[in-house]
């Protein structure tokens, strides 16, 4: 290994055919740019730059910003899943995503999630508010507007070429006051990243006698990273890849553990694990510079360095070989085709996740074009059959209630189905199928309908004519426990009009409908009532209804569903009631024969401060459609949304 004053030189002579007489047994790094022959991830908690803070404590809501940047176009959505503390959606979250006209999909169990962002969203596959992007021209402006618009900021952090963040909600009264970004941010608390790496470099060696290519994984790590084992994916785009060697360099006390979808050569320092071995593996000291890792990859009969990787430490590496890599490599491909296409149907479909359930039923919406992975899909359907997508150009569209079309509910908050792709290929039909687990988010449900047999919901409020309203929820712990607390109906900028309270009609002519039902765990109270508007007063268009529901403790489950207004300009002659604060409405009818005692009341409206309702549309005026309902204590709070979802 002398000095190496021409790095292009070996390059130049290898592409020539020529060896380089010098250097027999070394070649120049170079970056890789056209066609990296693998790609690679890896999760860090570390930002380039970040910062937490307390500050949004004393608000209405905790606020995580993310401000994302690619050096190459991302060749994926970023995928970014919003996880809540302990499992609970309880305080009301905003999330600001700044990536530049990125694509995203956003995961969350929570749907008392707003989200500001510029992404375009693929799937739809949260239930949250959406009040637009941040009003930022430039990304060092984004803390400053989340600052001003929320008050408070939780956690910020800048993100480099990632491809998915796991956010942790949740707020410290420890975090410093205020949120100042530092560069090298540990923000382990908050989020974890996977990454693309785009430092890859290869090399390939003048005298070369062999075709067989290595790949070099150099984990550098700290002496005081607290790091000491990661685990490695290799994906494969077949199970094999031909002569290919894995060379993986670490300090000597790092534990491996390894997940090869191939057969792959390894030379691993440290110790390793694979899935089927008993004990952990011995691996061999390897060692730790850049040109003696090229020697040993040499010495073991590699000429090609395909991928030379130096990266962070970290907890998980996914090393994906692609295919063009090995082409020239005869593979039998009759029975590799089948498991690919048996494989890959589900690979996508796992990924796309394009069920949606209620408490009541399954939606499936597939775009095509995420399709085109999998060739020639004719139709799909579920496990019965009978249950066949619709078509169109551009979509797959389903929707079955949960009781038919083979769906299983053993799970508590799952529903069970399987997808049934049919493809068609040189005229032979095959079909896969592709098991999933559809979750029944724990919310109310609120439908509204415009006749007395509750089928095919609506958004929409007809003045002077009687609406249906139904609130539903699953809870199968205690489904007795549940108790409709309250609905009410309020449009903009005024009071809300409590239509129910605790049991209890609150206005002229309720009828209650039914008791309420309970079956299967889903619980189901119904009411209806007759929307008027007082003569002389200003027409509105549209309106919200917000239901809550309890638990014997002082869970509240609120929903809030935004209806327009239909022909919202009406007057009715109609006096001798204080309309002015009543906003003209009456109810037909009313609810539950379930008891619900005035002292649950009492001990909910004591414990839970009551705070008014905050919408951000103070501050951020695109917002004016989605309501931020308040949430404290253990209010789990939906914004509102105008799709029913039925
Ligand atoms: C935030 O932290 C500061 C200093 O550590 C502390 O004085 C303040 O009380 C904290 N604020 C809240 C809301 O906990
Ligand atoms: C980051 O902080 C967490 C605690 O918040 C700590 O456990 C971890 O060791 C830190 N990571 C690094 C790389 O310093
Ligand atoms: C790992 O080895 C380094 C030196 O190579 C040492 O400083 C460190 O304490 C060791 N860590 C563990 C967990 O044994
Ligand atoms: C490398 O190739 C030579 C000659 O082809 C062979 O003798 C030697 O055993 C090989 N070494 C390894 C590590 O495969
Ligand atoms: C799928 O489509 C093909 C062709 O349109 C049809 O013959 C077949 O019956 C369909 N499969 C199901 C399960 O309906
Ligand atoms: C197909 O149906 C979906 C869902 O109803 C709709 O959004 C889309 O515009 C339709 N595409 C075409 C080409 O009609
Ligand atoms: C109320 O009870 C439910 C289940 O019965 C439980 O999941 C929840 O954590 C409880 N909430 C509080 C604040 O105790």
């Known amino acids: 290994m002398g000095p190496r004053s021409v790095p292009l030189l070996p390059l130049l002579l290898a592409l020539l055919g020529r060896p380089d007489p010098g250097r027999a047994e070394s070649c120049d790094l170079q970056p890789v740019t056209a066609k990296p022959p693998v790609t690679l991830s890896y999760v860090t908690s570390t930002v380039p730059r970040g910062c937490v803070s307390n500050s949004s404590m004393g608000t209405g809501h905790e606020v995580h910003v993310l401000s994302a940047k690619w050096s190459k176009d991302s060749p994926v959505p970023l995928e970014v899943t919003v996880t809540p503390r302990a ?65 408070g900021i939780t956690s910020y952090s800048e993100l480099q070429d990632p491809h998915k963040v796991r956010l942790h909600l949740g707020e410290d009264a420890h975090s410093p006051p205020v949120c100042i970004p530092q560069e090298h941010f540990n923000a382990t608390l908050h989020l974890e990243t996977e990454v693309l790496f785009h430092g890859m470099k290869g090399c390939s060696r003048s005298d070369a006698q062999s075709t067989r290519a290595a790949h070099i994984i150099q984990l550098q790590s700290e002496l005081s990273s607290p790091i000491t084992e990661v685990e490695l994916k290799l994906k494969c785009p077949s199970n094999s890849v031909g002569d290919q060697m894995l060379i993986l360099q670490s300090k000597a006390n790092f534990t491996w553990r390894l997940f090869l979808e191939c057969s792959i050569q390894l030379l691993v320092s440290g110790n390793y694990i694979m899935p089927f071995s ?129 769906t299983s509910l053993e799970g508590r908050d799952y529903a069970n189905n399987e997808l049934i792709l049919s493809l068609a290929k040189d005229a032979v039909l095959r079909s896969v199928r592709v098991g999933f687990q559809c979750e029944i988010p724990r919310e109310l449900f609120l439908r509204l309908f ?81 929307y008027t508007i007082p003569e002389g007063h200003k027409p509105f268009t549209t309106a919200r209804l917000t239901c809550k529901a309890g638990l014997q403790n002082d869970t509240i489950f609120e929903k809030c569903l935004e209806v327009t207004v239909k022909d919202g300009w009406r007057p009715l002659n109609y006096r001798g009631l204080g309309l002015a604060a009543v906003l003209g409405i009456t109810f037909g009818a009313f609810l539950i024969g379930a008891l619900l005692t005035a002292g649950l009341w009492y001990i909910y409206s004591h414990t839970r401060p009551i705070s008014k309702l905050q919408p951000v549309s103070s501050t951020a005026p695109a917002s004016e459609s989605s309501s931020t309902n308040h949430s404290i204590g253990s209010t789990q709070s939906t914004p509102c949304s105008t799709s029913s979802m039925a």
């Open 87 to 151: 499992g609970v959606c309880s305080r009301l979250a905003v999330l600001v995503l700044f990536c530049t006209d990125c694509s995203a999909y956003i995961k969350s169990q929570c749907s008392n999630l707003i989200i500001h962002t510029d992404a375009h969203l693929i799937m739809d596959t949260v239930r949250a508010s959406d009040p637009g992007p941040p009003m930022v021209s430039k990304r060092e402006k984004l803390l400053d507007w989340a600052q001003d618009v929320y008050q």
């Open 278 to 406: 008993p004990e952990m593996l011995r691996g061999e000291h390897l060692p730790d510079t850049e040109q003696d890792l090229i020697a040993k990859a040499f010495e073991k009969n590699c000429s090609v360095i395909a991928s030379y990787s130096a990266i962070p430490a970290s907890t998980h590496i996914i090393m994906k070989i692609l295919e063009h890599e090995t082409v020239e490599t005869p593979v039998a491909t009759t029975p590799l085709d089948t498991i690919q296409s048996q494989d890959l149907p589900r690979q996508v479909l796992q990924t796309l996740k394009p069920w949606k359930c209620t408490d009541e039923t399954m939606e499936i919406v597939i775009i095509r074009s995420h399709l085109e992975p999998i060739k020639d899909v004719v139709n799909i359907t579920l496990r019965d059959i009978s249950c066949q997508a619709e078509k169109n150009a551009t979509h797959f569209m389903l929707k079955s209630p949960l009781s038919h079309c083979g």
């Open 450 to 530: 415009p006749t007395a047999d509750f089928k095919a919901p609506q958004t929409e409020l007809e003045i002077n004519k009687e609406v249906f309203v139904q609130a539903s929820m699953r809870w199968m712990d205690h489904p007795a426990d549940l108790q409709l607390k309250e609905c009410s109906l309020s449009a903009a900028g005024r009071e809300p009009v409590v239509l129910v309270r605790g049991g209890e009609a609150h206005g002229a002519g309720v009828a209650v409908l039914e008791s309420p039902t309970s079956t299967h765990g889903r619980k189901v109270w119904r009411f209806r009532f007759t």
